[in-house]
């Protein structure tokens, strides 16, 4: 009963009457990973591997792990997944929702991404910049996005439609 009045309160509150998030702290990052790396240095205080979309104000630890519930404490690199200082696809998977996290810390707010939206991964205490080139949803059994690349590419995914695990909300995105 709880989790159902929990989720028509979601509901109501995120989709009906939307919030707009507002990152003023944030410096606006150049297309130059130079640059970006020296306008976001301070963001990063511990040196923790960082996903963060700076327009919708997303900041989630990146974890690796040999199983799914890595994503309990942020988004999974995948395993056989490039690393983000590596070439090829740097595969991230996390949930639209984790539970005691506020929405910046989950991918709640992932499907209001757009195409030359900004990503930034901290990975061994250097930031990598790419920006999105790709929004798409696919089949929650379409594996595709997982398949290794030659050139350096982020592959974000997670469920959508929000409550439903039927499909797979992809974004794709590229350095400069």
């Keep these: ?12 509150t995120f989709v009906l009457f939307p919030v707009r998030i507002k990152d003023e ?4 990052a150049k297309k130059s990973p130079q640059l970006a790396q020296k306008a976001t240095e301070h963001l990063y205080e511990n040196g923790d591997p960082v996903l963060k979309i700076p327009r919708l104000n997303i900041k989630i630890p990146i974890v690796q792990g040999d199983s799914e519930q890595a994503m309990v ?19 991230l998977a996390g ?8 929405l910046e810390e989950s991918l709640f707010f992932l499907d209001r991404v757009v195409v030359g939206d900004e990503i930034h991964l901290r990975w061994n205490n250097s930031i990598y910049l790419f920006f999105v080139v790709a929004v798409t949803i696919v089949s929650a059994t379409d594996s ?13 995914y997670t469920c959508t439609p929000l409550w439903s695990s039927s499909q ?3 974004i794709r995105a590229k350095p400069p």
């Design 1 to 12: 009963m709880f989790l159902a009045i929990a989720g028509v309160f979601a509901y109501a």
């Design 25 to 28: 702290s944030f410096p606006k």
């Design 73 to 91: 404490n942020g988004v999974w690199l995948r395993p056989g997944s490039a690393l983000p200082d590596q070439q090829g696809n740097i595969v």
């Design 95 to 102: 949930h639209r929702l984790r539970m005691g996290k506020s």
């Design 144 to 156: 595709r996005a997982e398949l290794p690349l030659l050139e350096k590419t982020l592959t974000l």
């Design 168 to 170: 797979r909300l992809i």
